[in-house]
C-alpha cells in the first residue's frame, strides 16, 4: 500500500534544495530499470535526459519520494505479469498474466479493475481506456503502439486507484485524442485526454501525442509526475495540470495550450499546489500562464523554455536554484503574486527597496510573495515587468537576465519590497521610467545606469573600471533606456565608465567586451541607485 506523503511546503523544500546540493547522480530516474518483453532489465530514463542543467541543484530522490507519491520501485515489474491487451475497433482482447481477469471488455470500452501490469497495443477509433481499480491499487499501463480516439469523451480515464502509471514502451510512437465536445459535462465528469482521480505518473522512453480537443490535455486531480517520455501536449485549455502538485524529474516535454502550459492549482489545502521542475527539458506556448502554482514553483535543474506567454511564470513563491530557464512574456516575465493577499509591510513610493530604485506614485503593500533565485540561468524578454514580485526578493547566485518593456509604464525588475542582491549575476535592461535597483540589504554592489535616449535593438553597452578594463559586456534584445547590472566584479563606491559601441562576445547577453570603436557616455559610482520617479522621470545619471 502507498501512503499518501506530505506537501512539499516553502521551508521544507528550500531546506532539501540545500541537502540535495552535491546529490548530482540522484536527480533523474536514468537509473531506474524496467522490465522489457524479453526479461532483461532496461533503463527507464530518456534520451532528453543528457539535457538537464544545474543538476548540481535537483532535489533528490529520496527527498521527492517523501513528499510525492512518486516511487522509482513502481518502474520495475516482471515481464511474466504482464496481461496483454490488444485493441482493436470491436474485436479487443485481453490475455497472459495473472491479472488478465481484471480486464473487462466491453464494446470498444476497455475497463482494467485490478493492480497490475497491462500492455496495450493496437488501435481504438472510437473508444475509451478505463481504470476503475481500488483505492490501494496501483495500476502500471504500458502503451506500446496505443493510439486511441474518442468521438464523445476522453480516451483514458483513471476512475480509481491508488496510484496509475503510463509506461510509454521504448521504440513506440502513441497517441491519445478526444472530443471537441463532451457528451457528459457534469461538475466531477473528466475533462482531459488523459484524466486521471488518482495520482498519475508518466514515464518510460517512448513518445507519446495528446490532443486535447476539448479542454485540457492531461490532467490529475490529485498528484502528478512527469517522470520520462517524449510527450508532445496540445490542449483547447491547459496543457499538463496536476491539481495537489505538477513535477518534471526527466524527458522532453512539448506544450501548446490555449489557457495555462504546466501547472498547479490546488487553492484549497494548505501546503498544496505547487510545481517543481527537477530536470529534463519542457517547452511551453500558452496563451496564458506559461508555468504556474498556486503555492510555489521551482525550477532547480533541467531546461525550461516558456517560448509564448502573457505571464511567464507565475506563483505565490518562486525559487531557483539551478537549470536553465528562458521566459518570453506578452504581460510579466516572472510574477510572484496571487495566493495568500495578507500585507506584511507598505513600501511607500511603491518599492521598499531602502538605497535603492523605487516606483514612483503612492503606497503599494508588501505582501507574502516571494522571488528567490540562488543559482542557474534565467533569461526574460517580457513586454510587461521583466522580474515582478508582489513581495520581497532575492537573488544569492546564478545569473538573471531581463530584457524588460519599452514602456515607462512596466519596468525589468518591479519588487514592492526590498530587492536584496547577495551574489550572483543580474543584467536588467528596459525602459527608464519605472527602473528600480537593489536594496540596502544587498551586500554585492552594482551599477545604475540610465542613458539619456533609448538605444536599439543590438547596441553593445559596457562597464569599465578606472583602468580602462571591461568588467562587463551587455547587448541589448530590442530597445532599452536603463540598465541595472550588479556582480562580484563590481566594487562598491568605485568608479566605472558606460560606453556604448564596440564589440562583445556574449551569452544570453552578458560576456566579454571590446571598447575600440565604442563611445563613452559617462560614470557612474558603484552602489549609487537612485530612485525612479515614474514614468518619463527614471533615476540614475543621465547622458
Same mark, same amino acid.
Given at each position: ?214 479542454? +485540457? %490535455?492531461?490532467?490529475? =486531480? /490529485?498528484?502528478? @509526475? $512527469?517522470?520520462? *517520455?517524449?510527450?508532445? !501536449?496540445? &490542449?483547447? #485549455? +491547459? %496543457?499538463?495540470?496536476? =491539481? /495537489?502538485?505538477? @513535477? $518534471?524529474?526527466? *524527458?522532453?516535454?512539448? !506544450?501548446? &495550450?490555449? #489557457? +495555462? %502550459? ?10 498544496? *499546489?505547487?510545481?517543481? !521542475? ?266
Amino acid at each position: 500500500m502507498k501512503r499518501f506523503r506530505t506537501h512539499l511546503s516553502v521551508t521544507a523544500l528550500a531546506l532539501a534544495l540545500g541537502l540535495a546540493g552535491c546529490s548530482v547522480g540522484g536527480t533523474t530516474p536514468t537509473g531506474v530499470s524496467a522490465v522489457s518483453s524479453s526479461a532483461s532489465t532496461t533503463s527507464a530514463g530518456t534520451a532528453a535526459s543528457t539535457a538537464s542543467t544545474g543538476t548540481a541543484e535537483a532535489v533528490s530522490l529520496d527527498a521527492l519520494a517523501e513528499d510525492t507519491h512518486y516511487d522509482a520501485d513502481d518502474l520495475t515489474w516482471e515481464a511474466a505479469a504482464e496481461v496483454a491487451v490488444t485493441l482493436a475497433d470491436a474485436t479487443s482482447t485481453a490475455a497472459g498474466g495473472t491479472s488478465s481477469s481484471a480486464v473487462k471488455i466491453d464494446g470498444d470500452t476497455v475497463t482494467i479493475t485490478a493492480a497490475g501490469t497491462y500492455r496495450l497495443s493496437g488501435s481504438l477509433s472510437d473508444g475509451q481506456v478505463v481504470v476503475a481499480a481500488g483505492e490501494e491499487d496501483v495500476v502500471r499501463i504500458i502503451l506500446d503502439g496505443a493510439d486511441i480516439t474518442n468521438s464523445t469523451g476522453s480516451p483514458f480515464v483513471v476512475e480509481g486507484a491508488n496510484e496509475a502509471i503510463v509506461y510509454l514502451a521504448d521504440g513506440t510512437t502513441n497517441s491519445l485524442s478526444d472530443a471537441s465536445t463532451y457528451a457528459d459535462q457534469g461538475t466531477d465528469a473528466p475533462n482531459a485526454a488523459v484524466y486521471s482521480m488518482a495520482d498519475l505518473t508518466i514515464a518510460g522512453p517512448g513518445s507519446l501525442t495528446v490532443d486535447g480537443n476539448f479542454n +485540457d %490535455g492531461i490532467s490529475s =486531480k /490529485d498528484g502528478l @509526475v $512527469l517522470a520520462a *517520455g517524449n510527450v508532445t !501536449v496540445d &490542449a483547447a #485549455d +491547459d %496543457g499538463i495540470v496536476g =491539481k /495537489d502538485y505538477a @513535477v $518534471l524529474l526527466d *524527458g522532453a516535454y512539448q !506544450v501548446t &495550450a490555449g #489557457d +495555462d %502550459g504546466f501547472k498547479s492549482d490546488n487553492e484549497e489545502d494548505e501546503g498544496r *499546489g505547487w510545481v517543481l !521542475v527537477n530536470g529534463g527539458t519542457l517547452n511551453v506556448n500558452a496563451g496564458d500562464d506559461g508555468i504556474k502554482a498556486f503555492n510555489t514553483l521551482t525550477i532547480a535543474a533541467g531546461t525550461t523554455t516558456v517560448e509564448e506567454s502573457e505571464e511567464g511564470l507565475e506563483a505565490q513563491h518562486i525559487i531557483m536554484t539551478g537549470g536553465t530557464a528562458t521566459v518570453t512574456a506578452n504581460d510579466d516575465g516572472v510574477n510572484a503574486s496571487g495566493g495568500s493577499t495578507s500585507s506584511s509591510t507598505t513600501a511607500a513610493g511603491g518599492m521598499g527597496s531602502g538605497m535603492g530604485g523605487g516606483m514612483g506614485g503612492g503606497e503599494m503593500a508588501v505582501g507574502d510573495y516571494t522571488v528567490n533565485i540562488s543559482g542557474g540561468l534565467l533569461t526574460i524578454n517580457a513586454e510587461g515587468d521583466g522580474l515582478d514580485s508582489n513581495g520581497n526578493a532575492s537573488i544569492s547566485g546564478g545569473t538573471v537576465v531581463v530584457n524588460g518593456p519599452t514602456n515607462n509604464g512596466n519596468g525589468a525588475l518591479d519588487v514592492n519590497g526590498e530587492l536584496a542582491v547577495t551574489g550572483g549575476t543580474v543584467a536588467a535592461a528596459g525602459s527608464a521610467g519605472m527602473a528600480v535597483s537593489p536594496g540596502a540589504s544587498s551586500t554585492q554592489s552594482g551599477v545604475q545606469v540610465t542613458l539619456e535616449s533609448s538605444v536599439p535593438a543590438g547596441t553593445v553597452v559596457q562597464i569599465a573600471d578606472s583602468s580602462g578594463n571591461v568588467v562587463a559586456a551587455f547587448v541589448t534584445t530590442k530597445a532599452a533606456a536603463s540598465l541595472v547590472f550588479s556582480s562580484a566584479a563590481i566594487s562598491d563606491g568605485q568608479e566605472y565608465t558606460i560606453y556604448t559601441g564596440g564589440t562583445a562576445t556574449v551569452s544570453a547577453g552578458i560576456g566579454e567586451g571590446s571598447l575600440d570603436g565604442a563611445t563613452e557616455q559617462g560614470t557612474v559610482t558603484a552602489g549609487d541607485y537612485t530612485a525612479a520617479q515614474g514614468p518619463g522621470g527614471g533615476g540614475g545619471p543621465r547622458w
